[in-house]
């Protein structure tokens, strides 16, 4: 399984950016998939998750800005950033959580991308 993540960029305070989170690769099931993220300096903390029934789930900070939502024909999960603030700098990550076989979880990790929010 792979996750190839884009839409990272620069951009001013108050801006929008969407992250995708492209998934490749057999698997047998996946239970949730979403994005987290590092700032310089602090640990990685989850940003935004939704199940494979649905069930979304966000960090406070986010709350009210953040939209995730799938495509499940595309195996893409996406990540909708309004009214940035400087503090949501950091790279984020594309994270799923699934099963190789009905006894063996796994976690996968895509690469980061950069997300900068000028002030």
């Known amino acids: 399984v792979q996750l190839q993540a884009s839409g990272g960029g620069l951009v001013q305070a108050g801006g929008s950016l969407r992250l995708s989170c492209a998934r490749s690769?057999?698997?047998?099931?996946?239970?949730?998939m979403g994005w987290y993220r590092q700032a310089p300096g602090k640990q990685r903390e989850l940003v935004a998750a939704i199940t494979s029934g649905g069930s979304t789930n966000y960090a406070d900070s986010v709350k009210g800005r953040f939209t995730i939502s799938r495509d499940n024909a595309k195996n893409t999960v996406y990540l909708q950033m309004n009214s940035l603030k400087p503090e949501d700098t950091a790279v984020y990550y594309c994270?799923?959580?699934?099963?190789?076989?009905?006894?063996?979880?796994?976690?996968?990790w895509g690469q980061g991308t950069q997300v900068t929010v000028s002030s």
């Open positions: 994270h799923a959580e699934g099963y190789i076989d009905p006894w063996s979880a796994r976690d996968y």
């Open positions: 690769g057999t698997i047998f099931k996946i239970n949730a």
